[in-house]
């Protein structure tokens, strides 16, 4: 972790009161890590550890019981243009049209500009997700897919410094989804985007991020590691399933989450250091070098074998 | 279908009118001179016995409306002029009670110290029946009209304050949340995502205030007299017409028929859907 | 009028300069009667300049005044020289060409027969014969009556006759001082009671039965309480009274709420023509010649627009003057009639006023005094309403009788404008009153009071 790096959180834990003498509930604790510019981050792990807080800390919606979130130098607290969300559930205001929606957004961002100004950059970005000649209907007229789309424009089109994503795709249908995602991808790379974003789905994971980070389960979970995506950026769906590390990784994503995840939450492996949770590139041998910023961490797959056998 | 359903209502009113005219007919006097007790006791004019027939109902309605603005004074006037009068009353108490319910079923909404704290004070106020403010209102504001308005403002004010609190409280924490993150303002985070939010409630909270408003006032006027639909019905009720108090009937149901549909329709301007 | 009754107190001394006798030198006087006609009391002093200018024209030496009055009595004395001299007429007359204070005038009343004299005055424009505009509104009861004319939303009203005094004295209400110009009308009440007590006629035979009053300060209650009491029913525990606006009255008979009431016409008449109900009996079989409501305002009202209430006293005695004439009845109850006053059948109205009637129990019966409207507002009348007030605890304590009663009726005017109208006036002030053969005595109201077996004191 470097301490340039675009977002650095730190020692982030989450508690809970407990209620009449009960001990407080740690939803998470000590989670570290850290997010470079124009980096696609996915964060996976079960229902329960604590994924949604973290997005809703680092938007500042919610502050963390203990750590800090330093944005660009700066630290985080609270909601701020500089941070775009994506909820979960699209969280549209179904009384305004798909334009609207995204004006009520572009608005708050630029007070100042031109009402014509404004209706140009909010149909720039209904265009760029692929929503022309859908901008004057109401939430309630568009498909599941389509309300998200406008969630996705509205996040994009206040141009913000990073983007949050909760699961946006998960109510989708699969070609739904596939179509998106090939469409946020195709949005981020060309914008350089950095994108925060929770998902369950494996495959999902793969195709979009450069890191996945692995949550072991609540409660008091935490980074149990972090993979890192190997495959070539140029990655489309279509040919995925054909690269040569892609199974290596998804067995390992899925090994962790049907299996590890729960093992590390009951018992912390030795060696194990919240502060920088091992980096792992399943398929790869040799230690990754571009990302790399401290000499003392691990072999992967040794640490693997070491932490959990 | 809607011809046939207009069919079918036309031959259920028809049926309607049969039974009433059969139930109320009563047969010609047969005849031979009157006594002076019989005259005395009006049988000789046709003193009408108990319920009205249809053809006795219907020149009835012909009558009061064909002149409803006429103006015989303070004590008989037509009743276009005391629906009016009815309508001021309930427009302008209406008026005054959404003007404090709505901006404090805000506040309450928004904060739940506020909802707690104040939440005692509606329970028990708001079960009173409107009616029983009368005397307290006729002794401290010390004008019958005005006490009118009052009671019309203190039965109206608390479907809508409940309903704008509870409307803004269960606002859905998504929207509120996008509005955080876009660093909206508090008045604009009001006006643009709150209050059409919550509108739909809101405007449920005033229509069902407006039906019971509606309703108050046709008591109230019958307490206070004077004027209005209310005063209407005492006034023939006064005088035992089963006739006009029938007809003040139709006309309050119809009055209020035509106020609930105005709310109905301002209603769906400000529905939307999920 | 305290000031006017000094005059014939034989107590003071009428030889000081000043016209009233009330000050050392001219001046002063002068300078008070600004100061009075400033604060609206011009009327009264105008009378009170005729009238002591009379008494001291007919008694010039002061000791004689004193000896007469003391052998006399002041009541006497000023019946006596009101009955040779037109003081009322030239008070009146002096006061003729004064402006009207206030012009635009409110008047409740209850749509009851007992209001005709100050309904009549409305259409046929007596009020506006004297400048006024004036506008009879129609009231849904008698609370509402008092609290309206409590709120000054009505400047006079039709009152029930106790109720000024009740007022007055903040029993049931705030105290405001209230005055009663004229009686509306005497007798014209009756005892209704449903179809189905034909059979039973004896009071005695009423335990346990609702009746119904206006009010709870109305003749009607004390007579029905009186009646029952004669008959051994104590009103209080044997009967249940309630209090029921006139115009709900037969709706409630017929509803079987009530048994029966004590209650104004046309509700009596109406009741029987609605056959739900008879004429038990005529309150003038109990009392012949009770009042029953009466026409009445706010002794502020008087104090501020003195002119206009005079004027009001001047049109509603001549609407008495009318409805008292047997030949009018019948137009009467035609003029009455409509919506916009009492909202009646004609023939209710005209069987009521001209005293030809249906009973109810199949007769016709024929009593033209069944209702009448003298208007003149006797004190004994005060006082006897003050005695039952007494009697049933609506009051405790020591009572100030006399006090009272020339307090709120007002008597002398009454005479003075009666005169001024060339109604003529009685010259007394007391009436000899006799209730279910029982006389009372004004002198000795405390005694009354104690003489009932069934009483609350």
Known sequence: ?309 | MGLKAGALSLVIFLFFLGIWHATTVTPARSGGALTEYEQLMGKSAGKQDGLPTPAQMGSAVKKHLSDPFYDNGPNDKGIGIQLAYSLMRVGAGFLLAALVAIPVGFFIGMSPLLYRALNPFIQVLKPISPLAWMPLALYTIKDSATSSIFVIFICSIWPMLINTAYGVASVRRDWLNVARTLEVGVFRKAFQVVLPAAAPTIMTGMRISMGIAWLVIVAAEMLVGGTGIGYFVWNEWNNLSLTNVIFAILMIGVVGMVLDLMFGVLQKFVTYVE | ?457
């Open chain 3, 1 to 457: 009028m305290t000031e006017v009754r000094k005059l014939y107190d034989a107590n003071t001394d009428l030889s000081s300069p000043c016209g009233c006798g009330r000050h050392r030198t001219q001046h002063e006087h002068d300078h008070d009667a600004r100061n009075d006609a400033n604060s609206n009391d011009a009327q009264v002093l105008g009378s009170q300049a005729i009238e002591s200018a009379m008494v001291r024209a007919l008694f010039p030496a002061d000791g004689m005044r004193r000896r007469f009055l003391k052998a006399v009595g002041a009541n006497t004395a000023m019946a006596a020289i009101a009955s040779v001299l037109p003081i009322g007429a030239m008070q009146a007359l002096a006061q003729d060409k004064r402006p009207l204070e206030k012009k635009d005038l409110k008047i409740g009343f209850i749509p009851i027969t007992c209001a005709t004299p100050l309904i009549l005055a409305h259409p046929l424009r007596y009020y506006a014969a004297e400048g006024l505009n004036v506008e009879v509104i129609k009231t849904a009861g008698w609370a509402l009556i008092r609290d309206k004319v409590l709120n000054k939303e009505y400047d006079a009203s039709h009152f029930l006759a106790p109720m000024p005094i009740a007022i007055t004295m903040g029993v049931g209400s705030n105290a405001q001082p209230m005055n009663v110009a004229t009686i509306q009308n005497i007798n014209g009440q009756a005892i209704t009671l449903a179809n189905k007590h034909k059979n039973s006629r004896d009071p005695k035979q009423w335990k346990g039965f609702r009746f119904a009053v206006p009010f709870e300060f109305s003749i009607h209650n004390f007579l029905l309480r009186y009646y029952v009491a004669e008959h051994g029913l104590d009103p209080d525990k044997d009967i249940q009274i309630r209090v029921v606006p006139p115009p709900e009255m037969v709706a409630n008979l017929r509803a079987g709420n009530i048994d029966g009431y004590l209650g104004p016409d046309p509700f009596n008449q109406r009741a029987v023509f609605e056959e739900v109900g008879f004429i038990h009996l005529l309150t003038k079989e109990l009392w012949d010649g009770h009042p029953c409501c009466s026409f009445g305002a706010p002794t502020a009202f008087i104090k501020e627009a003195p002119n206009s209430f005079a004027a009001l006293f001047r049109a509603v005695l001549k609407g008495a003057a009318l409805a008292r004439d047997p030949k009018n009845r019948k137009t009467i109850a035609e003029s009455i009639a409509p919506a916009n006053y009492l909202n009646q059948p004609v023939s209710v109205l005209e069987q009521v006023l001209t005293g030809r009637y249906a009973d109810g129990l199949g007769n016709v019966k024929n009593d033209p005094s069944r209702i009448d409207f003298d208007p003149f507002p006797w004190y004994t009348m005060a006082t006897w309403i003050l005695s039952q007030m007494k009697r049933w605890g609506y009051i405790k304590g020591d009572v100030r009788w006399k006090d009272l009663t020339e307090q709120v009726y007002l008597l002398t005017d009454a005479r003075r404008h009666m005169a001024a109208l060339g109604h003529k006036p009685p010259a007394e002030n007391h009436k000899k009153i006799i209730v279910m053969g029982k006389v009372f005595d004004h002198n000795a109201p405390d005694a009354y009071v104690a003489s009932f077996a069934i009483k609350r004191v």
């Open chain 1, 1 to 309: 972790m470097s301490a340039e790096s675009f977002l650095i959180a730190e020692a982030l834990a989450k508690k809970f009161p407990g209620g009449r003498g009960k001990p407080d509930l740690t939803v998470f604790d000590d989670v570290h890590f850290s997010i470079e510019k124009g980096e696609f981050v996915c964060i996976i792990g079960h229902s329960g550890c604590g994924k949604t807080t973290i997005l809703n800390v680092l938007a500042g919606l919610d502050s963390a019981t203990a750590g800090n979130v330093v944005m660009d130098g700066r630290e985080v607290a609270g909601p701020s243009l500089e941070r775009g969300v994506v909820f979960q559930g699209h969280a549209l205001m179904p009384w305004l049209s798909a334009k609207k929606n995204v004006e009520f957004a572009v608005r708050s961002r630029w007070p100042d500009k031109s009402k014509k100004e404004i209706d140009e950059h909010c149909q720039r970005y209904l265009d760029l997700v692929g929503l022309t000649g859908s901008e004057h209907k109401k939430p309630s007229e568009l498909s599941g897919g389509m309300k998200q789309r406008v969630g996705i424009a509205r996040a994009f089109a206040i141009e913000p410094k990073m983007l949050l994503l909760d699961e946006p795709f998960g109510a989708l249908d699969a070609l739904t989804r596939g179509n998106i995602q090939d469409e946020l991808k195709k949005i981020c790379a060309a914008t350089h985007q950095t994108v925060f974003m929770i998902t369950h789905d494996v495959d999902e994971a793969i195709l979009l991020s450069d890191k996945i980070m692995l949550m072991s389960n609540g409660p008091k979970a935490r980074i149990a590691e972090i993979v890192v995506n190997t495959l070539p950026k140029e990655r489309s769906r279509e040919t995925l399933h054909k690269e040569p590390h892609f199974y290596a990784i998804r067995n390992h994503l899925v090994d962790f989450l049907v299996s590890r995840s729960k093992r590390f939450s009951e018992e912390l492996p030795a060696g194990y250091d919240a502060r920088n949770p091992p980096l792992v590139m399943p398929g790869v041998e040799t230690q990754p070098e571009p990302p790399q910023p401290k000499a003392e961490v691990p072999h992967p797959e040794k640490a693997v074998v070491v932490n959990f056998r």
